[in-house]
């Protein structure tokens, strides 16, 4: 993924995946509870994420750690504008995020990255990049679903698109005097 074709060329949000997903209770019960999935913890995440970028106007990659999976060679694919990540085999979340914070921020890039571990942080913002603990991340996406909300429900004004408006004068005047009966 290159840095300058950065469509908004604003600023990067990398995100721990799993980090966030267990760090947000709605997110950890959907991962975990009764009949829980893991899929659709992520899939859910992802789909919050693409609103927040929609209002944020940033690009946005989550990583997820696939560094246990035995022959995982790793993956990159975009889902509703926000880049997923899984890790390669032997890779951890943590080592993918320094490495692509590190090559964004050579772009003079802003990156931000959220994850409430804190060797992480330490590490990241050695690099210059931004930290963004799960609990602020998630206090910027439901701002960002109010917005949304906002947006959505504000009344639109009502533009009547009148013949009579869009007239030059001269004939606007004829007309006028038409319907009044004088010509």
């Avoid at 931004?130 to 701002?143: G, H, I, K, P, T």
């Avoid at 009547?160 to 038409?178: C, G, H, M, S, W």
Wanted: glycine share 8%; proline share 2%; net charge negative.
């Amino acid at each position: 993924m290159n840095a300058r074709s950065n469509r908004f060329s604003t600023s990067y949000l990398l995100v721990d995946g799993y980090n966030i997903i267990y760090a947000w209770k709605h997110l950890r019960r959907l991962a975990d509870g009764a009949g829980g999935s893991l899929d659709a913890a992520r899939q859910t995440l992802v789909d919050i994420l693409a609103n927040y970028r929609g209002v944020r106007h940033q690009e946005i990659i989550v990583v997820f750690d696939a560094h246990k999976v035995n022959g995982g060679i790793g993956s990159v694919e975009r889902r509703n504008g926000v880049f997923m990540v899984y890790t390669r085999e032997a890779e951890t979340a943590d080592e993918y995020i320094e490495r692509a914070a590190g090559a964004i921020m050579k772009e003079n890039i802003r990156v931000r990255v959220a994850t409430s571990d804190y060797l992480e942080q330490i590490i990241i913002m050695g690099q210059g990049a931004a930290r963004l603990f799960a609990e602020d991340l998630q206090r910027e996406v439901e701002e960002a679903e109010r917005d949304i909300r906002t947006r959505i429900n504000e009344p639109k004004p009502i533009h009547k698109n009148r013949l009579f408006d869009n007239l030059d004068p001269k004939t606007a005047e004829l007309l006028e005097k038409i319907r009044l009966g004088e010509e």
